[in-house]
């Protein structure tokens, strides 16, 4: 079957670092995303990672290991308005997106 | 303003009622999706179109029917709801099935009693 594994919840402080994982097993792999999702709304697109290595993008960056099946979202300088639901989803080999549950980040003053 | 709608914003409804969930997008893209979103759950794919005219079935499409008669629109039908379908109902759309970004409505919540 098809899986997509990360952390319920996590707690971070503002102005740190934090790193979300996500591990994976599907039929096939057509890029990894990461995915924003404030409580209440819609997710929204951060990132796309399809070969190894680290996408820099301002305070966020990805990272993917196609032979571990393994990413990171690393979230830096945080901001209360960074407390939110990050979401891990996988393309198949059929090209639809197989979503992890999220992590619901938690920023504390 | 560009982007994709989607009507009612909530519903509660009574098992066994037909009911219609309508997205719109005005970005001339041509795939679109219908996913859920239930607590502790990952979005799950319902049914989804990467063209007007044609549509496929995702992980869960029991229950469920669309049709994409045009680019713009995407409905999904429930046609005797129950209560497992309660949930948070997310239209998305993006340029292609090979692009990289999805585009998500603002949601539908529907509660079945």
């Known amino acids: 079957g098809q899986n997509i594994d990360q952390p319920t919840e996590m707690t971070a402080t503002e102005g740190a670092i934090v790193q979300i994982n996500c591990t994976y097993q599907t039929s096939g792999f057509n890029g990894l995303f990461w995915y924003q999702q404030h409580a209440g709304e819609a997710p929204t697109f951060l990132s796309y990672?399809?070969l190894d290595g680290l996408e820099e993008k301002g305070r966020f960056s990805s990272f993917l290991s196609r032979s571990k099946g393994y990413s990171y979202l690393l979230l830096k300088e945080l901001q209360m308005k960074d407390s939110a639901s990050y979401l891990c989803a996988v393309r198949d080999s059929n090209y639809q997106l197989i979503w992890g549950a999220g992590t619901k980040l938690i920023i504390k003053p | 303003i560009a982007g994709i709608t989607q009507a009612p914003t909530s519903q509660i409804l009574a098992a066994g009622r037909r009911m219609t969930l309508r997205c719109t997008q005005d970005m001339r893209h041509n795939a679109m999706y219908w996913y859920r979103q239930d607590l502790g759950l990952g979005l799950r794919l319902i049914h989804y179109?990467?063209?007007?005219?044609?549509?496929g079935k995702g992980e869960v499409p029991d229950g469920y029917s669309v049709s994409r008669a045009n680019t713009d629109d995407f409905p999904l039908t429930l046609a005797s709801a129950v209560p497992s379908q309660t949930s948070v109902y997310f239209c998305a759309s993006s340029p292609g099935e090979s692009y990289n970004e999805q585009f998500f409505g603002p949601g539908t919540r529907l509660t079945v009693l």
């Open positions: 179109s990467n063209t007007a005219g044609t549509t």
């Open positions: 990672n399809v």
